[in-house]
């Protein structure tokens, strides 16, 4: 049962201990309560909907922050970090599709901008730039951005972010075929499992969304 600020949100052990190794580690220790310091009770909120229905509630915009820049991609950062501490690989996936398939329905106009430097530094900060959801920024840059989703904003552009970038840029150009959108990318790439293994995260019993 996760808590935070002294509210508990409660989730039944089976369920949580299926999905999270961190869970499922204490689960025979009889822990019932756990703080998130630092986690906002809207994304652990997020992750016991997605444990109960398959959804994910990123476009609600509540754990962004309005007007700065795109606050889905906020939130889905902010829900992807807390995959990582709670060791919930499926999610993990689910999150980075949901990503994924935000990114290919970008629109040209300004409103549907890449991740921006909020979305960045959440990211890269929480990371190694190999993590899956680094590497699928980075992608997304290098295929499709310009440098007008990064400017014109108040914060700075995380510095490994721009390494990264760089080298990647001068990779893609080194290799043409790796070229092209992002409907090219295969988004197991981008998941938790190795490459080529089997897939866990579409083949779910229930449906996944995002809202
Ligand atoms: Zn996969």
Redesign the pocket.
């Known amino acids: 049962m996760p808590a935070i600020g002294g509210k508990y949100l409660g989730v039944h052990s089976e369920l949580i201990c299926a999905n999270s190794a961190y869970f499922s580690r204490d689960a025979n220790q009889g822990r019932t309560h756990y703080g998130f310091p630092g986690v906002e009770e809207t994304v652990l909120n997020c992750y016991i909907n997605w444990l109960y229905t398959g959804t994910i509630c990123s476009k609600e915009g509540l754990l962004g922050l309005p007007g700065v820049e795109d606050p889905e991609y906020v939130a889905l950062a902010k829900l992807y970090n807390l995959s990582k501490q709670i060791e919930d690989s499926n999610f993990a996936?689910a999150v980075t599709n949901a990503f994924l398939t935000k990114l290919r329905e970008r629109k040209s106009s300004s409103s549907k901008a890449l991740p921006g430097v909020s979305c960045i530094a959440l990211v890269f900060s929480s990371g190694a730039p190999t993590d899956k959801l680094a590497q699928l920024i980075l992608e997304a840059y290098a295929r499709d951005g310009n440098l007008s989703d990064l400017r014109d904003k108040k914060a700075p552009i995380h510095p490994v972010f721009m390494h990264e970038l760089a080298c990647l840029l001068l990779e893609t150009r080194a290799k043409p075929n790796n070229t092209g959108g992002l409907q090219r990318l295969d988004?197991?790439d981008f998941?938790q499992?190795p490459r080529g293994a089997a897939?866990d995260?579409?083949n779910r019993p229930r449906k996944r969304k995002r809202v």
């Open positions: 996936g988004q197991c998941h499992h897939c995260v579409e």
